[in-house]
C-alpha cells in the first residue's frame, strides 16, 4: 500500500513540474506602461500574455500583441492593423489600409503630426507603405498618443489573452 502512495505522490509531483513548464513556457504577466492602449487598457494593468498561440496561428489584423522593440529596448504592446501583402497609408490622420479607411472603434482618433500631441490642427500624413512577408504593422488604441510602425514576425511575444 505505502508503495502505490508514494508512486501516486510521485505522479502528482511529475504532473505538476510539466504543468508549471508548460505554463512558463507558454504565458507570461506583463505590465501595461503607459496610455498608448487606453482605454482598452490602463496603465499599470496586468494582462496575461499566451506565447505559445503563435506557434499553431499567424497573426491576424485585430491581434493585440506584446512584442520586443529594439529602438526602446522594451517589451511593447500594440495592435496589428497590417498584415503581409497589405498597404498602410495616412493622410490627413487617417489610416488607409489597402486604399480604405481603417474602420474600427479607435478610427475616431486622428493622428497628430511630427509626435507633437499638443498640436492637434496639423495631421500626420504618410506615404504608402508595404507589409512584406514577415512583417506586421502595429499601432496603439490610443491613436492620438502612441507608437506606430512595422515590426518583423520574429519580434512578436504573443497574444493578450482577453
Known sequence: MMEILSNKKIRIVLLFLIFSII?????????????????????????????GYYWFNKPQRGDVVVFWDHEDNDFLIKRIIGIPEDSIEVIDGVIFVNDLPLYDEFSDMLLPNGGNYDDFDIYLNMGKVVINEGEYWLIGD????????????????GILKE
Do not use: H, Q
Open 23 to 51: 505554463w512558463k513556457v507558454s504565458f507570461e504577466l506583463f505590465k501595461v506602461d503607459g496610455y498608448s492602449m487606453a482605454s482598452s487598457y490602463t496603465e499599470g494593468e496586468t494582462v496575461l500574455v499566451d506565447k
Open 142 to 157: 490610443n491613436r492620438s498618443a502612441t507608437w506606430m510602425g512595422k515590426i518583423k514576425e520574429e519580434d512578436i511575444i
